[in-house]
C-alpha cells in the first residue's frame, strides 16, 4: 500500500509545510514560556514528543495514495465507530467526561481520529456509485446517515464540541458537491427550530455555559470564570504583548486550561495584538492553502477530501477563537496545532498528511 515516487516531491506544497511549522513552533513557545525548566519545561518536551510522532504519521500518510484510504473508508468506520464504543468500557473519566483510551503509559482519545474518518468515508460513500453532485437529496441523506450514530455516541462522551465540529464540515463538503443552497437553507431552518428540543438533553454543565455565554458575568467565579480570565489575559498583551516573563495571568495560573483549550489567550497576553495577528493570518494562509489544494484536485475524492480537512482545520480554530474571545460559547475544542495535547497534534498532522499526498498525486 505504500508507494512514493521522486516525481511526486515536486508538487510537494512547501507553502502548507512551512505554516504548519511556524504555528507549532509558536505552540512549543508558548509552552515553554508558561514556566521555563519547570512545569511548561515538561509540557515543551511533552508536545515536541508528540510533534515526532505525528510526523511520522504524516509521512505515512503522505506515502499512501489517498485514493487507496478511500477504497478502504467501510472498514476504516467500522474501526471508528467500535472505538467511539470501546471509550463507554474502557474509557478515562477526566472531569465527569469519558472520552479517553489508556494505552499503557499513553491516553488515546478516539473522537479526535474519527474527524479524518468521517472526511475519508464521505470521500468514499459520495462518489462510489454516482458522481457526488448528481442528487441533492441522496448526497444530504448518505451524508447524515454516516453522520448519525458516531454524533450520537461522541455527544453521549459527552464531547459535544467534537460532535458539532462534524456538521460544518459535513455542510462544507455538501456545498462542495454542489448540493442546493436551497436544500441546506432547509437543513438550517430545521436545524434552528429544532434548537429548543436540545435544551432538555444538555447536561447540566453544558447549560450553564450557553446561560454563561448570554449573560458573561452570571457566574464570575464558577462558570464564567475561564472565559473572563482569558478576556483579561489578551486585553492585558494590549498592543505588542508583555513577553514570555511579564505575562502574570498565564505564567502565575490565574488562566485554567492554560495549554490547551485557552492556550490564545496565553499567546495574546504574551505577544499582543500584533502577535495575533500574525497567528491568526499564518491559520488564513493554512486554510487558504488547503482551499486551493481542493479546487485544483482533479478527481472528486481528492477535492472531497481536501475540503472536508480543511473544513476541520477552519471549523475548529474559529471555535476556538470565538470561545476564548467569548463571541462564542465554551465547548471545549483545540486549537490546531497549538493546543497540548498527543490526539490533537497527531490528527493534525495527520490531516496535513492527507493535504499533502493530494496535492502531490493531482498529475498521477
Known sequence: MLRFDRRLLLNVDWILVATAAFIIALSVLSLWSLAPGRGGGVLAWRQLSWVGVGL?????MVSVDYRQLVRAAPAFYVMGVALLLTVFVLGRTVSGARRWIHIGPLTFQPSELFKLVFVVV??????????????????????FAILAVPFVLVVRQPDLGTALVLIPVAIAILVGIGVSLRVLGLLALAGVSAMPLFWFVLKPYQRDRLLVYLDPFRDPLGTAYNVIQAKIAIGSGQLFGKGPSGATQSRLA????????????????MWGFIGCLVLIAAYGLLVLRGFEIAASAREPRGR???LGVTAVFATQTLVNLGMVTGLLPVVGIPLPLMSYGGSSMVVSLMGLGLLLSIRMRQFY
Open 56 to 60: 511520522v504519521a504524516m509521512l505515512v
Open 122 to 143: 464521505l470521500a468514499w460513500a459520495l462518489t462510489a456509485w454516482r458522481t457526488p453532485s448528481s442528487s441533492s437529496r441522496s448526497g444530504v441523506l448518505v451524508t
Open 254 to 269: 490565574f488562566l485554567p486550561e492554560r495549554h490547551t483549550d485557552f492556550i490564545f489567550a496565553v499567546f495574546a497576553e
Open 304 to 306: 472531497i477530501l481536501a
